[in-house]
Each structure stands twice: as C-alpha cells, then as structure tokens.
C-alpha cells in the first residue's frame, strides 16, 4: 500500500450477511476505536426502517441518503465503519472510502450467504421468490467492486472473531508496515 495513503479508520465492505457489523464490532473493542454503521446512520436520518425507506420511496431514494452518509464519513476518525452490501458499487462511494479508512472487504459464496440471511427479513433486496437467485445476480454485478477493497478475506469456515482478528493484522500493517524480521 502506498505511504501516502491516509488511513485513520477502517471501512467494512462486502455483500449481505458476510458478517460486516458483528467483525466491525469486534475490532472496533479491540483497538479502542468507534463504531459506526451506515445502515444505522441511514435509519436515523431518514427517521424510518431501511425496509421502509424501500417500500415508501423506493431504492433510488436510499441509495442518495446513503451517499449522503458516506461523505459525512470523511470527518471520522479512530473509526470501524460497517457498510450497507450494495454501498461500495455505487459511483464514488470506494474512493471516498479510500480517502480516510483501510477498506476491507468481507467475502462468502452465494450458498453462505443465503444460510446466513434465510431466517431474517429485514433486508428488502432479498424479497423475492428466489433470493438465491437474487444473490448470485447481485454478487456478479457488485463482485467488481468489491474486488477493489485493500483487502479480501473470505469469512467462510471462520468465525466473527477470527475475521476480525484478521482485519486487525492487516490494519497494523497498513499503517506501520509489515514487520521485517
Ligand atoms: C443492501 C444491504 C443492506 C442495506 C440495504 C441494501 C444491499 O445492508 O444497506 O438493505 O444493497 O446489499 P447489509 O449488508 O448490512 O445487510
């Protein structure tokens, strides 16, 4: 990575149900920063539900409110922020992440995911007679994407903690470099 890089926070990217918030939690407690989801964010502003923001105003509507919240970002530091699946393939919003954190992308197949999403319905891209198909659609188009994140780390077979763990090494190789002995 390039020393020049401003790297004050680390930014969680990766599609639905790859574990984002609960590792950001974990490293978050870890290295004594803040904890900031952009979902959450959203909700706030917003003053409603993001299934709701989706029902009544539709994706367009979120996806500006969202973009909105990644700029405000900028401000952050010593921060863990756990991103929203679909934040990181809209136009602008890596290399604005990229400005001020270490973007880490958390990856999964299609079939983990779908096992890690089956049982909770608050996420309104997945309401559809075939999320499975839904996912793999998704996940292409946004694979692109996620592959320019610093770093990709594959949750499969790995528990929240040992993701985080990780996420952690790599953070304190991209700001003091990698040890050399
Ligand atoms: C979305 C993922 C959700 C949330 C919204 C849209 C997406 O966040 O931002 O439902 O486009 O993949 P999680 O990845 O935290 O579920």
Redesign the pocket.
Known sequence: MSGSRRIENISLIG???TG??SVARIVAAHLHFAFVD??ELIEARAGRP?AEI?AQAGEPV?RHI?KQAVAELARLKRTVI?T????AAQEGNLASLKEHSLVVCLWASPEMILDRVRHQSH???LHDPDPMARIRV?LAAREPFYRQADVLLNTEMRSAKEVAQHVIHQYHTAVSGPKTK
């Open positions: 599609f639905m149900g984002k918030s952009t979902d993001i989706f979120f969202e756990a929203g699946g679909g934040l996420r309104p891209l998704l």
